[in-house]
């Protein structure tokens, strides 16, 4: 059983940036974040597996960062730029495996607030 835990959140301006951090209990293949915000969808953020692969919302491309120390198995997701729009709760995520229909695992979520 993967438990995760997730810090980082927190009030920051717009233009601002923030660093989120997520920590996995066991080997993954894949972490990242979804994302949000009352009223809308959740929508992934940023994802990377083992290997480093990454990929990122459009809305988040050049701004945001994602990175992996496997050794810990933790992910970092540095926001720069920060706009009002990325305002929502950021859960972090694990895949057990790539192949579909692998076991998904949440964190508890944090949130992220931008606003002057």
């Known amino acids: 059983q993967v438990k995760l835990v997730e810090s980082g959140g927190g009030l920051v301006q717009p233009g601002g940036s923030l660093r989120l951090s997520c920590a996995a209990s066991?080997?993954?293949?894949?972490m990242g974040w979804y994302r949000q915000a009352p009223g809308e969808q959740r929508d992934l953020v940023a994802g990377?597996?083992?290997?480093?692969?990454?990929n990122y919302a459009d809305a988040v491309k050049g701004r945001f960062t994602i990175s992996r120390d496997n050794a810990r198995n933790t992910v970092y997701l540095q926001m720069n730029s920060l706009k009002s729009e990325d305002t929502a709760v950021y859960y972090c995520?694990?895949?057990?495996?790539?192949?579909?229909?692998?076991?998904?695992?949440w964190g508890q979520g944090t949130q992220v607030t931008v606003s002057s």
């Open positions: 995520y694990a895949n057990a495996s790539p192949f579909t229909g692998s076991m998904r695992y």
């Open positions: 066991g080997s993954i293949f894949s």
């Open positions: 990377i597996t083992r290997g480093g692969s990454t």
